[in-house]
């Protein structure tokens, strides 16, 4: 079965199974009344079968697609799946190269059907096994070889340590380090935490077990885990603090590792879904309106009638032809973010950019003023950046005011360890009451203006996030509009 009709939309939508290819994904509906699923042309290949090897159906997937382990959870949370609701699954598929993980994100809009995706994520699973494996072996190894002790003697206030936490902060055994030493090595936003926990250990016995950085003695900045326990007399006098002191620099890394690779899993999962919303709703539109008019132009009898039916039929497949163009733009997004980011200069790129707009920005008489002093350079991929900038310029020059010569004002600056881009116009402007939710929507426009695809911000604000940065607005009407971009850390 297939989720869109090839008679109705022809060779054109056969583009959308490539599309969703790039992005190792694909599409399925499924009525939870009749049990009728339908998957795209996509989805047997993403589990590395052909359409004459298996057919694909809701018995067939039930009982030999899915892993008999994951039935139970999927049948669960599809039949509990309110209108309106979405829902994230990590399933098991059987492949060709065996069973892998899937995420299987889906939506109820209404009715009985559920629509949704799935995106091969079997990598990330396997990345996340290795490193709970590797951490799991580095625990115990740890405990044996790259742990030390501690102990502060509460009466005379005085620290002692063993050769192995030495060893660890990078210390000389007779370098006789004081309390006051010790927590100074720690970073300064962990010192007062490190002070109160040893301090409540001396007042109320109260043990600790903490997660802190500290500068070592050769200035490495490395994660311990740092415990701490009471010994009292037989009055109950708090007498030794003493404790363990463990490198575990390796394991919070691979956990930073680990959250980075679910973090852009869970981030490239929901642009995975608006996209699967937007293939679903502009691409239904266009199909929908061709099976109207074929119909039309069939039933007609009339020669001129046909031939104007014949028109709107080539209107519409002109506008499907250009959204699967822009689907396919969002689409090479995902594989671009894979290219190096280097060294980029502002500078050069505006220069660029007013070059290639150079007649546009006579036409008007546009001022473009910049100043770049506060963070000339910046880590990107150049393509990304120099469409970020046209995008700016572009818009500021079509939605300029009527008789006020366009200002666009481009500067950079670091705020926070990020640096920002900001583009400031005194165009038209957005009512941000009525619009502001829509600024950055695919086909989203504003203005009645001739040249207003509604493509070029959604455009732009999805290759900023896809190298995880954002995009804030702000702006008002007759006054002009301020866009600013984080792009990511400083260099």
């Not at 979405?86 to 299987?104: D, H, Y």
């Not at 889906?106 to 079997?122: A, D």
């Not at 005011?401 to 402007?429: A, H, M, T, Y």
Request: hydrophobic share 40%.
């Amino acid at each position: 079965m297939h989720l869109i009709n090839k008679d109705v939309n022809g060779e054109q939508l056969k583009a959308v199974d490539p599309i969703f290819e790039d992005i190792n994904a694909a599409l399925w509906e499924f009525d939870l009344l009749t049990k009728e699923l339908k998957c795209s042309n996509g989805f047997l290949a993403l589990i590395s079968y052909d359409s004459d090897e298996v057919k694909m159906s809701y018995g067939q997937f039930i009982s030999n697609i899915l892993y008999h382990e994951d039935v139970s959870s999927l049948l669960k949370e599809t039949n509990t799946c309110e209108v309106g609701q979405s829902k994230t699954l990590e399933i098991r598929l059987l492949t060709k190269q065996g069973f892998q993980w899937f995420q299987n994100t889906f939506r109820r809009e209404q009715g009985t059907v559920l629509k949704g995706t799935i995106n091969n994520i079997h990598q990330f699973k396997v990345i996340e096994f290795q490193l709970a494996a590797q951490n799991s072996r580095y625990a115990t190894v740890a405990k044996i070889a790259r742990s030390g002790s501690w102990e502060i003697n509460i009466r005379n206030q005085t620290l002692l340590l063993s050769k192995e936490a030495c060893h660890i902060l990078n210390v000389l055994k007779h370098s006789n380090i004081s309390i006051t030493e010790l927590i100074g090595l720690f970073i300064l936003e962990h010192r007062p935490i490190l002070t109160n926990s040893i301090n409540s250990a001396i007042a109320i016995g109260k043990p600790f077990d903490l997660d802190l950085q500290v500068r070592t003695g050769l200035s490495e900045l490395i994660w311990v885990k740092i415990k701490g326990l009471t010994t009292i007399d037989k009055l109950g006098k708090a007498i030794v603090v003493k404790g363990i002191l463990l490198n575990i620099d390796q394991s919070k890394r691979k956990e930073k590792e680990l959250r980075s690779s679910f973090e852009f899993l869970e981030h490239q999962n929901k642009r995975l879904q608006t996209f699967a919303y937007m293939v679903s709703h502009n691409l239904r539109s266009h199909a929908n309106n061709l099976q109207y008019l074929v119909k039309m132009h069939e039933e007609s009898e009339v020669t001129e009638e046909k031939k104007e039916i014949f028109t709107h039929i080539s209107t519409i497949s002109d506008g499907l032809n250009t959204t699967i163009q822009h689907l396919s733009e969002i689409v090479k997004i995902e594989s671009d973010i894979q290219q190096d980011r280097i060294p980029i200069t502002f500078e050069s790129v505006l220069q660029n950019v007013i070059s290639v707009l150079q007649s546009n920005i006579e036409q008007t008489d546009a001022i473009i003023e910049f100043d770049f002093r506060a963070c000339p350079v910046v880590n990107y991929i150049p393509a990304y950046l120099e469409s970020i900038f046209q995008n700016f310029v572009t818009n500021s020059l079509k939605y300029r005011q009527q008789g006020k010569r366009p200002l666009i004002i481009c500067e950079s600056k670091i705020e926070d360890g990020n640096i920002f881009l900001i583009f400031k116009d005194n165009g038209v402007g957005i009512d941000m009451e009525r619009y502001g939710h829509k600024v950055f929507g695919m086909y989203q426009t504003f203005h009645n203006h001739a040249d207003s695809k509604g493509i070029g911000l959604f455009i732009t604000r999805n290759q900023v996030e896809a190298l995880g940065g954002s995009i804030e607005v702000d702006s008002e009407v007759g006054i002009g509009t301020t866009f600013k971009v984080r792009l990511g850390p400083s260099i």
